[in-house]
């Protein structure tokens, strides 16, 4: 049984296929972005809004569900992990809360208290965002150390994630008092809308496709 360490020439950082998940999820984001932005012009602000929250909700989904798989993966390749250190608080608070705001979203669309509903999802994706900052984090620190790059790459790798973290727990609390504010009347469309954009931008950001290439560029 060969036990000769693992090195960066002998095993490149675990860049995985781009899936079906990181797909939809990346499409959610971008979507979400282009629905805020025609919101924000006065193109039917509530009928796009509940639009982008179904959006947002149904990325969300997708994204928890590409992480759990990824983790799995994982996980499964390191014989001396527990399943049980992979992040599933993070990764089901982003998935339940997806479903929740599709359900708001639906209804919003069905003209149920849309001004009651859409601020509601609004804080509760906020909330998902900060609940699941961590999870690329640390999904990729584990492909760093499982591959056996240069210190100064992985050094450099985390530095990057950690502040895609520290960004997305920043827009889920700015997305948090956005929603409050907006959930006591003061222009709730417009704030709903420039909350759902900046999620938008966070869930594309930090989708696995995106970090993906950006992992590929570290070790290039």
């Known amino acids: 049984m060969n036990t000769s ?3 960066s020439e002998e095993r490149p950082v675990d860049v995985e296929a781009t899936g079906a998940g990181s797909i939809a999820t990346s499409i959610g ?6 629905l805020a932005i025609v919101g924000l012009v006065h193109i039917a602000p509530t009928y796009v809004l509940a639009i982008a929250a179904l959006v947002i ?3 969300l989904v997708f994204q928890g569900g590409d992480l759990f798989a990824q983790y799995s993966g994982v996980l499964g390749r390191m014989s001396q992990r527990k ?3 992979a992040p599933v608080g993070g990764v089901g608070i982003g998935m339940l809360a997806g479903l929740v705001g599709i359900v708001l979203g639906i209804l919003a669309l069905g003209t149920v208290s849309p001004s009651v509903l859409l601020p509601i999802a609004v804080i509760v994706f906020g909330v998902a965002l900060i609940g699941s900052s961590g999870d690329v984090t640390q999904l990729y620190s584990l492909k760093l150390e499982q591959s056996g790059a240069d210190d100064n790459v992985q050094r450099m790798a985390r530095e990057s994630l950690a502040l895609g973290s520290s960004t997305q727990t920043l827009i889920g609390l700015g997305g948090v008092v956005l929603g409050i504010v907006a959930l006591v009347g003061l222009d709730w469309t417009v704030l709903s809308l ?3 954009l900046a999620f938008g931008i ?3 950001v930090n989708s696995t496709g995106v970090t993906d ?3 590929t560029f570290f070790h290039a």
Do not use: D, F, W
């Open 5 to 7: 360490p693992v090195t």
């Open 29 to 34: 984001g971008l979507a979400a972005i282009i």
């Open 57 to 59: 909700g149904a990325a």
């Open 83 to 85: 399943p049980e250190n």
């Open 194 to 196: 420039v909350a759902l």
């Open 202 to 204: 966070a869930v594309l």
């Open 213 to 215: 290439r950006m992992m």
